[in-house]
């Protein structure tokens, strides 16, 4: 018998920025009800990859009666296209969608994302459920809102807020969730355990092989506990001002590694050395002591990730810190960690501290 799902409620300002986020197994008999009364048609979303998970959901939708169609769109960042939503306009429009109808989302975080873009934008906002089905798109990209496409300017520069009506997160999707996509988001779970709660870095230190096996009770309550503090700061801070910030724990400087790559390094990954990077800022401005940030570096290191990153790129990342950051101005913020739970943002007041940490981190 599987567990009863875990529901995780975000209470935004408004009835519309409120939805459930459940946990388990075996949800899709939820759907229905999630999608409530006015809904007549649905818009699956899903790559080629997800086709049998995005067969199950229009069955499950058409078994109730409702119009259920199908967006089979591209694989990964190739989804997130605006060519890609102009399909998915087309298909919406050809088929009369109203207000009242809805999209759903099967897929990782890039799916998630373009959908929740397309949800936004037709007829000003409809409807949207996501079902992610990769670790990251569970734990970060479908609770949130914050949907957005790539253009030839920059990833993710055009989106929307649109908090979705449901989220889903079906751990039967990890079972064929390659094994690379797994652990490299386990990241941001690491990421969640330093900044909000000691437990999830407990649970993986307890027995880090068992923390990636993808049906095992351990990884459940790890994505449970990264939903739940994700579901908390997201409901305090629905526009990203205060305490969201924090979840950028150790991506100032990943999002600088994946501009120097080319976006050929996996998220997580970045991530995972970013979060090193960070600890060793904090160290060395008497933050972090060095317990904590010796912490950093065994944690990922069990779970397979990287910890350190070729001393030969300063020049590169620091400049892509500096146009990651530039809506904030010139002087580059960090999160750092005061004590395990207690992040704070320390502006840098010269960047020869950061270079240092760099350093610490060089192979
Ligand atoms: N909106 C947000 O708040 C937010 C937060 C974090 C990340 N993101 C976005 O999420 C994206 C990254 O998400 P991702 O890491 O899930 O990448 P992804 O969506 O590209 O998925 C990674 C790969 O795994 C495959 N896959 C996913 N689930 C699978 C499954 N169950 N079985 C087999 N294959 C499966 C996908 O087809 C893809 O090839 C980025 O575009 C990023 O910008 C958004
Ligand atoms: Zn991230």
């Known amino acids: 018998m599987p567990l009863a799902p875990t529901t995780l409620k975000v209470s935004g300002n408004t009835a519309a920025e409120s939805y459930p986020v459940l946990v388990g197994n075996g949800l899709l008999g ?9 809904v007549k048609k ?12 995005g067969d199950v959901v229009r069955d499950e939708l058409a078994n109730v009666g409702l119009e259920a169609l199908t967006a089979e769109i591209p694989d990964a960042e190739e989804g997130k296209h605006i060519q890609v939503a102009s399909f998915c306009w087309e298909v919406l ?23 929740g873009f397309v949800a936004a934008t037709w007829l000003r906002g409809v409807k949207v459920i996501h079902i992610p089905t990769s ?54 779970i690491v990421k969640t355990g330093f900044i909000a709660d000691e437990r999830i870095l407990e649970l993986i230190e307890e027995d880090p092989e068992d923390a990636i096996n993808p049906g095992s009770a351990r990884l459940r309550e790890l994505i449970e506990r990264t939903i739940a503090v994700k579901v908390d700061v997201v409901s305090r801070d629905l526009k990203e001002s205060g305490d969201r910030e924090f979840l950028n ?9 994946e501009l120097a790559e080319r976006y050929q390094m996996r998220h997580g990954a970045a991530v995972s050395i970013g979060l090193c990077f960070a ?25 397979g990730l ?56 060089g192979e």
Do not use: C
Request: cysteine-free.
């Open 30 to 38: 939820h759907l229905p009800e999630l999608l409530g009364p006015s």
């Open 42 to 53: 649905v818009l699956v979303i899903h790559p080629r990859a997800l086709r049998t998970t």
């Open 93 to 115: 429009g050809k088929n009369d969608f109203t207000r009242s109808d809805a999209v759903i989302s099967v897929g990782g975080g890039a799916v998630t994302d373009l959908a």
């Open 135 to 188: 670790l990251l798109g569970m734990v970060d990209a479908a609770v949130g809102g914050k949907t957005g496409i790539n253009t030839a300017e920059g990833k993710n520069l055009v989106g929307a807020f649109h908090p979705p009506a449901a989220v889903l997160a079906d751990l039967d999707a990890l079972a064929t969730l390659p094994k690379n996509e797994l652990v490299t988001g386990m990241a941001e």
């Open 249 to 257: 724990y150790g991506h100032t400087l990943a999002h600088a590694i």
């Open 279 to 303: 600890a060793e800022l904090g160290r060395s401005v008497g933050y972090t002591s060095d317990e904590i940030a010796d912490r950093h570096v065994n944690i990922l290191k069990s779970l």
């Open 306 to 361: 990287p910890t350190t990153y070729r001393n030969d790129r300063w020049a590169a990342l620091l400049d892509g810190m500096k146009r990651d950051k530039k809506a904030r101005g010139n002087q580059l913020r960090f999160v750092v960690l005061e004590a395990i739970g207690k992040p704070r943002i320390y502006e840098v007041p010269d960047n020869s501290l950061l270079f240092a940490a760099y350093q610490e981190i």
